[in-house]
């Protein structure tokens, strides 16, 4: 059974993570604004990045959730990740719509075609009524992709795998499909 299923969208294919990522993916985490962003310890290397890959195809095993690798199909590169995320910590509000690119790819519209397709999948295909994003309040680029989704900000909360400062926990919840005929 796969878990992860494959999506395409105007420019990307969003497919589960396979080994041979494993360079591209660490590339777009080692990078030094992503890794500023993100918080990311010294000591996170390669070796974290192939984990971040098996907890991504294991939460979609498991839960049915979890990111998908994006890869720009013209080029056939992978851009980063998007997807859905519902990791299993003390107070995480819910199912999590989240995104990290390389450099070289933002100021592309590619979180945001990759997070439409993440909220459709929840919606659509997972059933849920509420989506969150969890940003911290200085990633204004994150916060811009959020609101172009149609995310709002309604609270804030300290999380347990970031006690220093509140995350901001931005919503989504479904439309209210219209009637038909
Ligand atoms: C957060 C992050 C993914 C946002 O990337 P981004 O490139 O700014 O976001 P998008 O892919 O949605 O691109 C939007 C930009 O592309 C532009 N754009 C160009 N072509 C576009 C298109 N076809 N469609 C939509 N937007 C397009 C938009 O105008 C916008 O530009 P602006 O930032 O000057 O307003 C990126 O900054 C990142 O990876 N950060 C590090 C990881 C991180 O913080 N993750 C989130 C943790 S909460």
Redesign the pocket.
């Known amino acids: 059974m796969v878990a992860c299923p494959t999506i395409e969208t105007?420019?990307l294919t969003l497919r589960p993570f396979h080994e041979g990522d494993l360079d591209a993916y660490f590339a777009?985490l080692d990078t030094a604004?992503?890794r500023?962003?993100?918080h990311t310890p010294d000591t996170f290397d390669r070796g974290g990045a192939w984990e971040q890959m098996a907890m991504w195809l294991g939460q979609w095993a498991l839960r049915g959730t979890g990111q998908w690798a994006l890869v720009e199909r013209e080029t056939d590169r992978l851009v980063?990740r998007?997807g859905l995320h519902q990791p299993e910590r003390p107070g995480w509000p819910g199912i999590e719509v989240?995104?990290?690119?390389?450099?070289d790819?933002?100021?592309?519209?590619?979180?945001?075609?990759?997070?439409q397709a993440a909220v459709d999948y929840g919606f659509d295909e997972l059933g849920v009524d509420q989506l969150c994003?969890?940003?911290?309040p200085e990633?204004v680029?994150?916060q811009?992709?959020a609101r172009?989704l149609g995310f709002e900000l309604r609270e804030r909360r300290v999380l347990s795998h970031f006690p220093d400062q509140p995350?901001g926990i931005w919503w989504k919840t479904r439309p209210i499909s219209e009637p038909v005929g």
């Open positions: 105007a420019r777009v604004p992503v500023a962003a993100l980063g998007a989240g995104w990290a690119l390389h450099p790819h933002w100021g592309r519209g590619f979180a945001t075609e990759a997070g994003s969890v940003i911290l990633n680029s994150s811009a992709v172009r995350h």
